[in-house]
């Protein structure tokens, strides 16, 4: 059976959305759900996250912990929504233990600690404590705020992350206060850059995020982008390509979110990348509840807002496609981007991670950027990302990892997609085990990340130099 899907409000000759989206039956309303955070002052600040995460068993409690959009809350464990249960495939212990759901552990005020180590927690106050101070930006900071990039993290740390408020960033004294008195130990600072730098308390490293331009820190056109520039607070190598801005050592290396090649033709080692990671508002899934993908009912799914031309070009190709049954395919468009993240034509958060749990792949088409939180979603779901790899574009704007083993699926044009996973989906071995593939790299990949954290912050040899922070008096 199908139905008409609907599209965002597109209007043509063709019908009210400009052409007969014809997809299974599905429910399909529209991504993402609206999703705000609440700012505590004088107590534990709490993010709001939808009630549709997977609920966090807290130490030594009976009930599950949920944090959603009416605030923290208790319901019982059994009432925590999971995929589909059948066929599971049976990955690795090391990848099942990597996304075990998180334990809550107490911290002091301002802090909302989240421990996802792959150890047991019931010696995490012991280990020595890493502090993310978050700028409360819970679009671009989603990878941090939603736990899922500490989880993969080894056994040696705890985490605490902190939202970077208005509180405590209101003014110098303020800041100062947190980062040398209240916290003097390892601190990672996403965002908020500026204050960080000019204010630098040392024991620390630093990022820059939601650049998807990957200007930041370069010279453009005449334009400097970053804290440098005429009469500003860095000078530039103006000799140098892309006239990039001059950091002092004890702030390298940095990091930042997407990738570009001009970042490391300019930095070169002293700029390391995080990943995007998946919203703030999808659901934690667990892969070892996934459904194999030989088994999954639909051979792609494709959800978007068409917000570049490649996207249209994408559409095109799957609505005239004849290689793929529509009824093996789910498309969802929407003509425009909305601010609105709640806005009638998206899909919502459930029904779009049921439809990537039930995908075999999810097509990636580049929007502002190459790099978007759709390729994680579908690789936290199972589903393998298909992405097209048109005049060395993926080269310039996603890290080398991606391309080494990665299993993901690359096309020279999304015309060649149909046809290429078409013939994946008639060798069912190897279509599972290059999902389990897909799988295993995303683990490895992202626990280098984390380990790259705690290597920059454990080798710094003059882990104060440059700190506005009271030295220690000399014994």
């Known amino acids: 059976?199908?139905?008409?899907?609907?599209?965002?409000?597109?209007?043509?000759?063709?019908?009210?959305?400009g052409f007969p989206l014809l997809v299974s039956v599905v429910s399909a309303t529209c991504f993402l759900a609206g999703h705000h955070f609440r700012h505590l002052t004088g107590s534990v600040t709490q993010f709001e996250a939808p009630s549709l995460l997977t609920p966090v068993q807290s130490e030594g409690q009976g009930d599950t912990e949920i944090i959603g959009p009416g605030g923290a809350g208790m319901m019982p464990a059994a009432q925590s929504r999971v995929p589909p249960p059948n066929p599971v495939h049976s990955f690795?212990?090391?990848?099942?233990?990597?996304?075990?759901?998180?334990?809550v552990v107490a911290a002091p005020p301002t802090v909302y600690s989240v421990h996802r180590s792959i150890a047991a927690t019931t010696t995490a106050q012991t280990k020595p404590l890493i502090t993310f101070y978050v700028e409360p930006a819970r679009t671009r900071n989603a990878l941090f705020l939603s736990g899922r990039f500490t989880r993969f993290a080894g056994p040696k740390y705890r985490f605490n992350m902190v939202v970077l408020n208005s509180r405590l960033a209101r003014n110098v004294t303020a800041f100062r206060h947190e980062v040398c008195v209240v916290n003097p130990g390892f601190k990672v600072f996403v965002g908020h850059g500026e204050l960080t730098l000019t204010s630098w308390p040392g024991n620390c490293v630093w990022s820059v995020t939601g650049d998807e331009a990957g200007d930041w820190g370069l010279k453009r056109n005449g334009k400097y982008y970053g804290l440098h520039g005429p009469n500003s607070v860095f000078p530039t190598n103006e000799a140098a390509p892309n006239g990039p801005i001059m950091l002092p050592s004890y702030a390298k290396p940095w990091f930042r979110q997407y990738y570009d090649a001009r970042q490391v033709e300019s930095f070169g080692s002293a700029v390391r990348f995080w990943p995007l990671g998946s919203r703030l508002e999808y659901p934690d899934i667990?892969?070892?509840?996934?459904?194999?993908?030989?088994?999954?009912?639909?051979?792609?799914?494709?959800?978007?807002?068409?917000?570049?031309?490649?996207?249209?070009?994408?559409?095109?190709v799957v609505m005239n496609d004849t290689v793929i049954p529509k009824s093996k395919a789910v498309i969802h468009v929407s003509d425009q981007w909305h601010a609105n993240l709640g806005h009638s034509d998206y899909m919502g958060p459930a029904q779009y991670a049921d439809t990537m749990l039930q995908s075999v792949f999810a097509l990636c088409p580049k929007g502002h950027s190459i790099e978007q939180y759709r390729i994680y979603e579908a690789i936290e779901a199972g589903a393998i990302p298909v992405l097209e790899d048109r005049d060395g574009y993926l080269r310039m704007k996603l890290p080398p990892e991606y391309f080494k083993n990665s299993g993901l699926l690359f096309v020279d044009s999304w015309d060649d997609a149909p046809t290429a996973m078409q013939q994946l989906v008639t060798n069912t071995k190897g279509l599972d085990r290059r999902q389990q593939t897909v799988s295993q790299w995303y683990a490895v990949y992202m626990r280098?990340?984390?380990?790259?954290?705690?290597?920059?912050?454990?080798?710094?040899?003059?882990?104060?130099a440059g700190s506005v922070c009271p030295q220690p008096a000399v014994q």
């Open 92 to 103: 690795p212990d090391a990848v099942a233990k990597l996304s075990a759901p998180a334990t």
């Open 448 to 464: 280098s990340r984390m380990d790259e954290i705690e290597l920059a912050l454990e080798s710094n040899k003059d882990p104060l």
């Open 286 to 316: 667990d892969p070892t509840t996934w459904t194999v993908a030989s088994a999954r009912s639909y051979t792609y799914s494709y959800i978007a807002s068409i917000t570049d031309p490649s996207r249209r070009r994408l559409l095109d």
């Open 1 to 17: 059976m199908f139905s008409i899907i609907h599209c965002g409000g597109m209007t043509s000759r063709s019908g009210p959305c």
